[in-house]
């Protein structure tokens, strides 16, 4: 089992920062591709980043690319997301989510991750 927490999320003026956390604990978190995605009102979820177990790869969705940076600390068992440049259409909640399968290569199918979070509203007002 692997239980995700994320906290950082709030309010924030179109082109303000937030970083996001997720902090994990169960398996070991180190050997885990660790993965992003959203949901906005009315909307399907969507991938925004992933990262491997080593920090070597990451994969952004072209919507953030730029913008928002993607990091982990094995030794904190900690990702964070650092959103920058925030737009009104960032606006979601957030989800933290782990898979437990792959090491190396990021999945953005969120059906490849096992274990979620349960979120954290980022809301970029205009």
């Known amino acids: 089992q692997v239980q995700l927490v994320e906290s950082g999320g709030g309010l924030v003026q179109a082109g303000g920062s937030l970083r996001l956390s997720c902090a994990a604990s169960?398996?070991?978190?180190?050997?885990?591709?660790m993965g992003w995605f959203r949901q906005a009102p009315g909307k399907e979820r969507e991938f925004v980043v992933a990262?491997?177990?080593?920090?070597?790869?990451?994969d952004y969705a072209g919507s953030v690319t730029g913008r928002f940076t993607i990091s982990r600390d094995n030794a904190k068992n900690t990702v964070y997301l650092q959103m920058n440049s925030l737009k009104p259409e960032d606006t979601a909640v957030y989800y933290c989510?782990?898979?437990?399968?792959?090491?190396?290569?990021?999945?953005?199918?969120?059906?490849?991750?096992?274990?979620w979070g349960q979120g954290t509203q980022v809301t970029v007002s205009s």
């Open positions: 169960g398996r070991t978190f180190s050997s885990h591709v």
């Open positions: 990262i491997s177990w080593s920090g070597i790869y990451t």
């Open positions: 989510a782990a898979d437990i399968t792959r090491t190396l290569v990021p999945s953005r199918m969120d059906s490849d991750y096992d274990y």
